[in-house]
């Protein structure tokens, strides 16, 4: 294996284990199917070792292929991202693209003001926010079709690293004309018999409220599940039952329809920053996007 070509090696050995076919690697490098599959026969020769196991169509890694994807994926992405890193380091670097995952609420209240920030700081930089749930969020992650996610986690994968920037109080909202609107200081117990709008059970914050419920022993109704803060916020402005949000979503409008309860005594803060893949290399773009993410901007 000539050392000049590892690199060709490698880039056909990461796309066909990234597609899962000789084929979609070769689209994605714009090489035919004869060429990518010589350059992993001459990859597994020169490290005399078989990576792939062939089912049909379909291209599997082995125990080694997992561990060569392991260590060859960081040293390639880096390579692929040297121009821009020396244009970051030594020159001026304000094009190319950032491509983010994000849930409709985070891409609604938190990331307009991040977006503000930079476009003042890098206008020829593209952004793409990509409107996903967690679990589509990480797929992508995963598959390195963005470059990493804003949003909130409770239980980190172990592949995944996430680090918090952000954190908001937890609030009930409920109708000015609520029966719990009467009382200034509420409990767990005040809510207990109340109808709770709620997003579905596989989302966080319905997690959060079946665990603080369950710890303290009170039992909870969920009288309707929707996905979405602006869609719970108008059920809860109808009378419809009352709800358990992120202060986050809570804007001077939603204030003059709605009375919001804080409720730090008993659910905990609502952490958001960024997720991304354990050990992936970040474009210049979107460190200087990540860069921008300070606690101040929302007056933490």
């Not at 700081?121 to 804003?150: C, Q, T, W, Y």
């Not at 009375?259 to 008993?266: A, C, F, G, K, T």
């Amino acid at each position: 294996m000539y050392k000049g070509n590892l690199l060709k090696h490698l880039r056909a050995f990461i796309h066909t284990a990234r597609n899962g076919s000789v084929s979609a690697a070769a689209e994605k490098l714009f090489l035919s199917q004869p060429s990518v599959s010589q350059q992993i026969r001459a990859l597994e020769d020169g490290l005399e070792t078989v990576l792939f196991e062939r089912h049909g169509p379909r291209m599997q890694l082995t125990p080694a292929g997992k561990a060569l994807l392991e260590i060859a994926r960081p040293l390639v992405d880096r390579l692929d991202a040297l121009p821009d890193d020396f244009a970051k380091r030594y020159g001026s670097l304000d094009s190319g693209e950032v491509r983010i995952a994000a849930g409709e609420s985070t891409i609604m209240h938190l990331l307009p003001a991040l977006l503000t920030r930079f476009r003042r700081k890098h206008p020829g930089i593209f952004v793409h926010f990509h409107n996903v749930s967690g679990a589509d969020g990480l797929g992508m992650i995963r598959d390195d079709e963005v470059d990493f996610a804003v949003g909130s986690m409770l239980d980190v994968p172990a592949d995944i690293h996430y680090r918090p920037i952000y954190r908001f109080n937890p609030v009930l909202i409920m109708s000015p004309d609520h029966p719990l609107s009467r009382k200034r200081k509420l409990n767990l117990a005040d809510i207990s018999p109340h109808g709770l709008i709620l997003p579905p059970r596989r989302r966080t914050t319905y997690q959060l409220v079946d665990l603080v419920f369950q710890k303290h022993r009170l039992p909870f109704r969920v009288t309707l599940e929707v996905g979405g803060w602006e869609v719970i916020k108008r059920y809860v402005s109808l009378g419809l039952g009352i709800s358990i949000v992120t202060s986050i979503c809570i804007t001077e409008a939603d204030r003059e329809r709605l009375l919001v309860r804080d409720m730090s005594d008993y659910f905990p803060q609502r952490s958001y920053g960024v997720v991304m893949r354990r050990g992936a290399y970040l474009s210049p773009q979107a460190e200087r996007f990540i860069d921008l993410m300070s606690p101040e901007l929302f007056g933490e």
